[in-house]
């Protein structure tokens, strides 16, 4: 299989997407990665080029661009090279750590949604805390800031395939993020959503979830609106954030009792940072396109580019798109017979 | 003054209620309570009946009970009485650790909006771990399922004369929650309640803030519809509460220097969960009815019953209600002007 890497999305582009691509190179010996980027900023970074071939660009999207205007203009930068290879059949699957408009932009434009989804859904893994799993996924988490019935049902077929493939979980347990466990509980838009979910019978619909519960692993799928999950979900990670760093502050400023419990505390500190760290588990994935697409977080080092990438590999693997892409074909033509 | 208080509202009670009416009553010597419930079960915890009224009531509003219809059928209910005496204006306040649908539709139905106000906001406020402030005030957290534009251009309004008002600070910050920083994020409301906001001169509006800056102190005010607010506001204190679980979790299942190093930290985990606890700053607010209404957790216990009376308190003496009652016929003078 053949991975198409954005070498100059990042932060760190393209010294840790370099670094990533060789950690998952050695790991997965029948995978081969083309890296779009400047060639000789790529070579710089570069220790063996095994299986890594290096198309080179010569401008690339930046995190400040206007998504959509960058992708239709700029149409030789790495991203869209990338895509471009994706959409021609010379790759498999599309990697990039930058602008995040600009990646749902052109997977959207260029590599194209799949027939009979209306809109693709961010998808991310979070930590369960609890309950059977380590992890839940969750969609949409912002590529639709408005979102109707239908593409929240659609987000759900999304989920459970991802679920089930990728994650390997068997019959994922849904639920519809809502302010409220009963049914008849929120909006219009969450009132009817809990309906339709409910008589989806390829679904294991388990109800609502509140989003006190989120990380309490009491779902597979979480399934919500792109406006309210992406408030939850950066609410999630900046109360985390915010608590360790009040917890950190506080030890500072106790006197040497609380400075010597917190190094005796350090390896009880590493294990609670490994559990809430779900970098592990991949980046956002845009579900519902005709190729996996993978987004790692801006500021990624090497380690988490190659996890994401080993996600893009898995979801290759396991076929996902072309699975889903029968799904939605198959309903459709369903749907057409009623 | 005097506050009208729902004796059997809440987990524990009438036994918390009346405790915490007490240590009200010892601390305000200007203030009356005036207890709705039953008579006998009142007086089993009550040591001193100075300047406690009871009003026995036969019957109360349960937590399972359907809001709207409960205010409509248990007339003689503890606080359906008690709304009715704040409506009569024989006492200044409501107070309620009861059913909080039930509260939102007795202070809709029998105290009454204020004139120019189209939906009262639930208002909570949360603790600000930087910046300037020790906490922060945020609306609606849910008493409104779906949100117009020129709702949330009155929650910022009601937010604005709250913490000026009741938590004391000079020129509030207002910021709408929104999925990004620009001004053009967001869905259609988001964006039209952000140029809504950006024109009334009257606000001291920063613009958007993202749910993961929430604890960090930036804004005094965080305007937001009730879906998004009570999402936000569960996951707040969801992720807070699973995250120190995790690690106490942790410590318990680390060696003898893990626990060790606990015991040692346990003064700072006493700072930080007492920096992470709202209920000293009282109860959720309905803000835009006739009257100050304050509802305090289910839970209670006689502490935070304490602190959500003298929240109530607060609003009564600095005539919160009257000051927007106030505000928005001036403000509907003003536009019939135009």
Do not use: C, W
């Amino acid at each position: 299989m053949k991975l198409a890497v954005d070498a100059m999305g990042g932060d760190y582009a393209p010294e840790k997407v370099v670094q990533g691509v060789e950690l998952a190179r050695d790991e997965f010996a029948d995978t081969k990665f083309i890296l779009f980027g400047k060639e000789d900023q790529i070579r710089k970074y570069l220790k063996n080029g095994e299986r890594i071939t290096i198309v080179h660009t010569d401008s690339e999207i930046e995190m400040g661009d206007e998504p959509v205007r960058a992708v239709r203009q700029k149409k030789t930068s790495s991203l869209v090279l990338a895509a471009q290879s994706v959409k021609d059949g010379k790759t498999d699957a599309l990697f990039s750590a930058g602008n995040t408009g600009a990646l749902l932009a052109a997977s959207l434009f260029i590599i194209g949604r799949i027939k009979g989804i209306d809109r693709p859904g961010m998808t991310t893994t979070l930590p369960s805390l609890a309950g059977p799993q380590d992890s839940f996924t969750m969609l949409d988490v912002g590529a639709n800031a408005e979102s109707k019935v239908k593409n929240l049902q659609q987000f759900a077929i999304l989920g459970n395939f991802y679920s089930s493939n990728v994650a390997g979980i068997t019959n994922p347990r849904i639920a519809l993020l809502n302010n409220g466990a009963e049914e008849d509980k929120g909006d219009t838009l969450h009132k009817e959503t809990y309906q339709a979910l409910a008589k989806d019978s390829n679904l294991n619909f388990v109800g609502n979830i509140e989003s006190r519960e989120l990380l309490n692993g009491t779902a597979d799928v979480v399934v919500t609106d792109g406006f309210t999950g992406n408030a939850v979900l950066k609410n999630t990670e900046g109360t985390a954030l915010s608590l360790l760093k009040l917890i950190k502050h506080s030890i500072l400023d106790s006197g040497v009792q609380g400075k010597l419990g917190g190094l005796m505390l350090k390896p009880v500190f590493k294990v609670v940072q490994d559990k809430m760290d779900y970098s592990k588990h991949g980046g956002a994935v845009l579900l519902g396109v005709k190729a996996p697409v993978v987004k790692a977080h801006g500021s990624s080092n090497e380690t988490q580019i190659y996890h994401a990438l080993s996600q893009l590999r898995q979801m290759v693997d396991t076929n996902l798109t072309t699975n889903l892409a029968d799904y939605f074909a198959t309903r459709s033509e369903q749907n057409k017979e009623i």
